[in-house]
């Protein structure tokens, strides 16, 4: 038996034959052309292919894994036409007189070097997207057919690691889980291993050789390890823990539709985050009281330009309507940091996280701000509305604030349009500033919502993208709980109500911690909210 540890991406346990992706393989050569000009059309015939076979990918991926996710497919299509690219290409053909092959692959080479390059982490990002946009376009100049290769039994998909367009090509019937020797927890294997439940390692490093495609293997989802050919006695381990997992999802199906309370009676709202309209479906699937975090940076981070009041207004509507008198919380804007949008213009800045983002952006470009305000006060008319406003700092933030929505509601009530006056109104708690003052923050809005991603970075004062400095971050840090707690406290102190939205939220072994201090509502992810709600009844 081999034994291979990685880091698991999605909890479970299954058990089957390694099948190693394989993908065809093809040599690039520099040729010299004489006809330039013939060879730049050869491209761009290769480029409008693989754009129409973008498209059929996107539409796949919207059935099996939802608009979210199906959305690396259209960056792929716009990157296909980004003129820096495209230029490239057919600048190295001319320049150099060589075949669109070897210009294709050395415009992939330079642009992925250049994007690993930089310090933003959502732009390394990119570096592979065009590696697979490229190898799309070099695959069609090449006559190679893409294609998965795949046993006719159910297996456990080992790879180096695998892209987008190749995961969501497999047939998922026959997927048991994932292997991959290298990826990181975000990406799109990890992403879809989460989407459909399935078992899944990452970063399991050279060891995980295709040397042992066909062999016996089981995966530890909850501890990252991968057995290649157990032995008995682990076989039989493997195979009770993944008989206690199924049990257990089955007694999490039985919660639905019950209260959350402890057996001393205490009380809790569990609600959800998302980040998409399209994950609607999976809060009610998993019977959450709400949506306690809706992300609404992607209608901005999937636009080209800045998405108009009526293509808002139809998405808040449309969530509003689909949880049906369900508590609807939406933070607004949060672009910046790790998240960016070429078209908002923001300079490079020495320290993104502590930079222009969120709030600072909707109170000094107020247009943005309007629009988006304009929207939710109108789509909160079709349900139950609330608006939340992130990395508050100051009583001076919510009296602007309140000025622009008063200049909201009365340009609304002019132009006679409906909306909505009375709409809760919150701060996510996610600076030391905000929860020093949560006192008084309190008197001017409706409800708090502890964002403790940020809350721990800005208290440890160490930047979360930083892997080197994963040993050093700790969100149990008695200065994160102790911050809690004093937020929780100001907020009861003043009549309000207080959640918490960020990962902490999902720590099973705070969820006591929690409940004592008080806390009215916590929001997860949707596929945490029935393992929540069990530890809840478990709880005194």
Same mark, same amino acid.
């Given at each position: ?9 999605? %909890? ?164 048991? %889980? ?42 530890? %989802? ?58 609607? %479906? ?259």
């Amino acid at each position: 038996m081999i034994t291979i540890t990685g880091k698991s991406v999605f %909890g479970g346990v299954s058990i089957g034959r390694l099948s190693f992706y394989k993908r065809k393989q093809r040599v690039i050569k520099r040729t010299h052309v004489d006809a330039v000009e013939a060879e730049c059309t050869r491209f761009q015939e290769a480029k409008t292919t693989a754009a129409g076979q973008l498209k059929e990918l996107y539409e796949k991926a919207l059935a099996d894994v939802g608009e979210a996710n199906a959305m690396i497919f259209e960056i792929h299509q716009m990157m296909l036409e980004d003129l820096d690219y495209i230029e490239s290409v057919e600048n190295i053909i001319r320049t150099q007189e060589v075949n669109a092959e070897f210009a294709v692959a050395a415009t992939a080479d330079n642009f992925a070097q250049m994007f690993t390059a930089m310090d933003d982490a959502y732009m390394q990002g990119r570096a592979a997207d065009v590696k697979d946009v490229s190898e799309r376009v070099l695959n069609i100049l090449c006559g190679v057919d893409e294609g998965i290769k795949q046993t006719e039994e159910p297996s456990i998909i080992a790879a180096d690691d695998l892209a987008p367009s190749e995961t969501v090509q497999l047939d998922k019937s026959k997927v048991l %889980g994932f292997a991959t020797m290298y990826g990181s927890a975000n990406s799109h294997t990890a992403i879809l291993a989460r989407t459909m439940n399935i078992p899944a390692i990452i970063g399991l490093g050279e060891e995980l050789s295709d040397k042992l495609d066909g062999q016996m293997a089981v995966i530890d %989802g909850f501890t990252g390890s991968l057995y290649i050919d157990p032995d008995e006695e682990t076989l039989a381990l493997m195979q009770e823990k993944r008989r206690e997992d199924l049990e257990q999802r089955a007694l999490l199906e039985q919660l639905k539709g019950k209260e959350n309370v402890t057996k001393s009676g205490q009380k809790i709202n569990i609600y959800a985050n998302i980040g998409n309209i399209s994950d609607v %479906g999976a809060v009610l699937k998993n019977d959450a009281g709400g949506i306690g975090l809706f992300r609404s940076e992607f209608l901005y981070l999937e636009n080209n330009t800045f998405p108009d009041e009526e293509q808002q207004f139809a998405v808040y509507r449309q969530a509003a309507e689909n949880m049906a008198g369900r508590k609807v919380i939406i933070r607004t804007l949060d672009i910046g940091a790790d998240k960016q949008a070429d078209y908002f213009g923001l300079d490079k800045e020495e320290n993104p996280a502590l930079g222009y983002r969120a709030i600072r952006i909707c109170l000094t470009r107020t247009n943005i701000f309007k629009t988006q305000l304009r929207a939710l006060y109108r789509a909160a008319v079709f349900g139950n509305i609330s608006i939340m406003f992130p990395m508050i700092i100051s009583m001076k933030e919510i009296e602007k604030i309140k000025e622009i929505i008063a200049e909201v509601q009365g340009e609304l009530k002019a132009e006679g349009i409906p909306f909505r006056e009375d709409v809760e109104l919150g701060v996510m708690i996610e600076t030391p500033a905000s929860v020093m003052i949560s006192r008084e923050l309190a008197r001017e809005v409706d409800f708090f919502s502890v964002g403790t991603n940020d809350l721990t970075q800005y208290t440890l004062a160490i930047d979360r993208q930083n892997s080197k400095l994963d040993a050093f971050y700790d969100p149990h840090h008695p200065a994160i709980l102790a911050m809690i707690k004093m937020a929780a406290e100001n907020a009861h102190a003043e009549g309000k109500w207080i959640g918490i939205c960020g990962e902490l939220g999902a720590d099973l072994e705070l969820t006591e911690e929690f409940l004592k201090m008080g806390l009215d509502e916590l929001s997860v992810s949707p596929a945490m909210v029935l393992p929540l709600r069990k530890k809840i009844r478990e709880c005194e």
